[in-house]
């Protein structure tokens, strides 16, 4: 368990570039600060009097990201705080070629230590790796069939460690700008979805396999709205949306800041309906309260957190994955002394007495 920032690790190097977010433009200026006008004439509760909703939600599926290959730090964050994961947040690293992302040798560090833990694993799978700082490959080749190899042995080496259940976000977080398999226009989306399409033909079609894989966007407004990179119900089982406690265009108020979550472009409105459109099961695989040091982020923010378990209880959501590592972006571990009040309504919603299982996706 962490009480603190940690070392640097494959899994912060995997997500680091998420936390570079396009600056707002004007439009977006404008509309933040009418809509901080808006809910400020509409309020009649005095400031820092908020009433927080009060929910549980321990019955729905919780995933922790606590370190690359780290079970015992998921135990920790279970017996600090009365949650009950039953699935581990992990990513497969991305910084040494293919093999070191889809061979048994390069994953063993990772893989290993999940073996014969009680947890299934949510793993980040790239579509792209670098080595030696160089992207090893584009998306267009990808979209031909070049790596179709590449990922067989990549769900070989699953099975081979004892994950060929595991739930796979297969190019997470593709409507940002921030990595190799970033979506920004139509013709990158072709090229996603026919990338997809082999990834998820290749992964199934391994003895033993039995992945899941999840449809992962990020929130808010990116260059291009990310329904146009959907791959088909075919090749999708859950539709994800990771949501950090982190705003810009407006105030960093709590207040502000959930009803902007809620209603932006890719935001929690367009995920419940996206996902009841294509009758699967939504999740949040990456979520967590922010301290950034440009202040964009809400800090210690229990609103933010009583909100998050309230929208899980009144939508279908089959799991949630709380990111509970500091990274290179800022502070994330709830149970560091930073979080003290988020902490304390985390517990209060997210206790289980049991592990819960994970919803089933529809055939």
């Given at each position: 368990?962490?009480?603190?920032?940690?070392?640097?690790?494959?899994?912060?190097?995997?997500?680091?570039?998420?936390?570079?977010?396009?600056?707002?433009?004007?439009?977006?200026?404008?509309?933040?600060?009418?809509?901080?006008?808006?809910?400020?004439?509409?309020?009649?509760?005095?400031?820092?009097?908020?009433?927080?909703?009060?929910?549980?939600?321990?019955?729905?599926?919780?995933?922790?990201?606590?370190?690359?290959?780290?079970?015992?730090?998921?135990?920790?964050?279970?017996?600090?705080?009365?949650?009950?994961?039953?699935?581990?947040?992990?990513?497969?690293?991305?910084?040494?070629?293919?093999?070191?992302?889809?061979?048994?040798?390069?994953?063993?560090?990772?893989?290993?230590?999940?073996?014969?833990?009680?947890?299934?694993?949510?793993?980040?799978?790239?579509?792209?790796?670098?080595h030696a700082g160089h992207q090893d490959g584009t998306m267009t080749e990808g979209?031909?069939?070049?790596?179709?190899?590449?990922?067989?042995?990549?769900?070989?080496?699953?099975?081979?460690?004892?994950?060929?259940?595991?739930?796979?976000?297969?190019?997470?977080?593709?409507?940002?700008?921030?990595?190799?398999?970033?979506?920004?226009?139509?013709?990158?989306?072709?090229?996603?979805?026919?990338?997809?399409?082999?990834?998820?033909?290749?992964?199934?079609?391994?003895?033993?396999?039995?992945?899941?894989?999840?449809?992962?966007?990020?929130?808010?407004?990116?260059?291009?709205?990310?329904?146009?990179?959907?791959?088909?119900?075919?090749?999708?089982?859950?539709?994800?949306?990771?949501?950090?406690?982190?705003?810009?265009?407006?105030?960093?108020?709590?207040?502000?800041?959930?009803?902007?979550?809620?209603?932006?472009?890719?935001?929690?409105?367009?995920?419940?309906?996206?996902?009841?459109?294509?009758?699967?099961?939504?999740?949040?695989?990456?979520?967590?309260?922010?301290?950034?040091?440009?202040?964009?982020?809400?800090?210690?923010?229990?609103?933010?957190?009583?909100?998050?378990?309230?929208?899980?209880?009144?939508?279908?959501?089959?799991?949630?994955?709380?990111?509970?590592?500091?990274?290179?972006?800022?502070?994330?571990?709830?149970?560091?002394?930073?979080?003290?009040?988020?902490?304390?309504?985390?517990?209060?919603?997210?206790?289980?007495?049991?592990?819960?299982?994970?919803?089933?996706?529809a055939s």
């Amino acid at each position: 368990m962490s009480t603190g920032p940690v070392p640097p690790s494959p899994a912060m190097t995997a997500t680091t570039a998420r936390f570079t977010r396009r600056p707002v433009g004007p439009v977006a200026l404008v509309a933040g600060a009418l809509l901080a006008a808006m809910v400020a004439g509409c309020s009649s509760t005095p400031a820092g009097t908020t009433t927080l909703p009060s929910v549980n939600v321990g019955s729905v599926a919780l995933g922790i990201y606590a370190g690359s290959g780290e079970p015992t730090r998921i135990a920790g964050f279970a017996a600090r705080t009365g949650a009950k994961p039953s699935l581990a947040s992990d990513y497969l690293p991305r910084t040494n070629g293919w093999a070191g992302m889809v061979t048994v040798n390069g994953l063993r560090r990772v893989l290993a230590p999940w073996q014969g833990s009680r947890y299934r694993l949510v793993l980040g799978v790239p579509m792209l790796p670098t080595h030696a700082g160089h992207q090893d490959g584009t998306m267009t080749e990808g979209a031909a069939g070049r790596y179709d190899g590449e990922f067989t042995t990549l769900a070989r080496t699953l099975v081979h460690y004892g994950q060929g259940d595991a739930i796979l976000r297969v190019g997470w977080e593709f409507n940002g700008t921030w990595y190799p398999w970033s979506v920004t226009n139509r013709t990158e989306a072709a090229h996603f979805v026919g990338y997809f399409h082999d990834i998820v033909t290749s992964m199934r079609a391994v003895p033993g396999a039995d992945f899941r894989f999840v449809w992962n966007a990020t929130s808010g407004s990116e260059p291009l709205a990310a329904s146009y990179s959907y791959p088909g119900n075919a090749y999708v089982d859950y539709i994800g949306l990771d949501l950090y406690d982190q705003v810009w265009g407006i105030p960093q108020e709590p207040g502000l800041a959930w009803p902007r979550y809620v209603t932006e472009v890719d935001g929690l409105q367009w995920l419940a309906s996206f996902a009841s459109a294509h009758q699967k099961p939504a999740v949040i695989p990456e979520w967590g309260l922010t301290i950034r040091s440009d202040g964009h982020g809400l800090g210690d923010d229990p609103l933010y957190v009583a909100k998050m378990a309230q929208w899980i209880s009144t939508h279908h959501v089959a799991f949630t994955s709380y990111f509970d590592v500091d990274a290179p972006d800022g502070q994330h571990d709830i149970l560091d002394h930073a979080f003290a009040r988020s902490l304390a309504v985390f517990e209060r919603s997210f206790a289980a007495a049991r592990p819960s299982p994970l919803l089933a996706p529809a055939s």
